[in-house]
């Protein structure tokens, strides 16, 4: 679904990925572990073209997209829910949602009465909320508003920046099975970059190992399951 071929990339002057190279099937939820500094966010963001692939390759569908803009990579099929959430703090919920569909031109082409029902009948906590202002919301609240914008768009490739970040435990088996069921239902592929290994045992078919900008290794779907080995592959790196 998704092939990235010895991307370099960083900030300026300051080199982070170093010829990364892994692909995504279609279907799987893949996560990417690591230690802070690693690359992991950066990575994220350069997928999504909010960093300039310098060097490398990145493939969409068969399709080259690494010279293509952010909304370009959107309206192809790929969502991105970033690291802290980043809702609009000041518009409403049902503003912040509406934000999230243009990529797929709602208004043009299928109009917000066919898109917005359907998200808010797989987030129906926010239905009360759709008023408030995104900044007033809990953590929770905001996650779950930051994974329904993302899903706005119609996504193929949900690319997810922690999301358990400042997120209560029974908030997180929640959204394990919400994103189970997403999957299941809309046939969605997931990139996950996420620390918390209870989350990253409940959701991905496997995981990479990520260091100094390049992944080193593949964590064995049953190794996920003991915290011990994960340690130890991670400790390898």
């Known amino acids: 679904m998704m092939e990235v071929a010895d991307v370099v990339s960083g900030y300026g002057r300051i080199g982070v990925l170093r010829g990364t190279s892994f692909a995504v099937i279609r279907g799987e939820c893949l996560g990417i572990l690591g230690h802070n500094g690693m690359g ?7 997928i999504m073209g909010l960093l300039s692939c310098q060097n490398g390759c990145i493939r969409f569908e068969g399709r080259a997209i690494e010279r ?3 909304h370009q990579r959107a309206r192809l099929g790929l969502g991105y829910v970033p690291q802290g959430r980043q809702i609009f703090p ?3 919920v049902r503003e912040n949602l509406l934000f999230g569909g ?9 109009g917000t009465g066919d898109i917005l029902p359907r998200i808010l009948n797989d987030f129906p906590e926010l239905k009360r909320l ?3 202002p995104g900044g007033a919301l ?7 508003l930051a994974l329904a914008r993302a899903l706005c768009g119609q996504p193929r490739l949900l690319l997810l920046d922690e999301p ?7 908030i997180v088996a929640a959204m394990i099975e919400r994103l189970h069921d997403l999957r299941a239902r809309y046939g969605l592929s997931i990139l996950l970059v996420e620390q918390n290994l209870d989350f990253i045992r409940g959701l991905a078919n496997r995981a990479l190992l990520i260091h100094r900008g390049q992944i080193g290794r593949e964590i064995p779907r049953a190794a ?9 592959f991670i400790a390898s790196v």
């Open 68 to 70: 293509l803009a952010t």
């Open 40 to 46: 992991k966010t950066t990575l994220l963001r350069t």
């Open 130 to 132: 759709l008023d408030r």
């Open 224 to 232: 996920l399951t003991d915290p011990t080995l994960v340690e130890e």
């Open 90 to 92: 000041t518009l409403t």
């Open 164 to 170: 358990t970040e400042g997120i209560q435990p029974s």
């Open 102 to 110: 243009i990529a797929k031109s709602w208004r043009a082409k299928s």
């Open 138 to 144: 809990s953590g929770g609240e905001q996650q779950l």
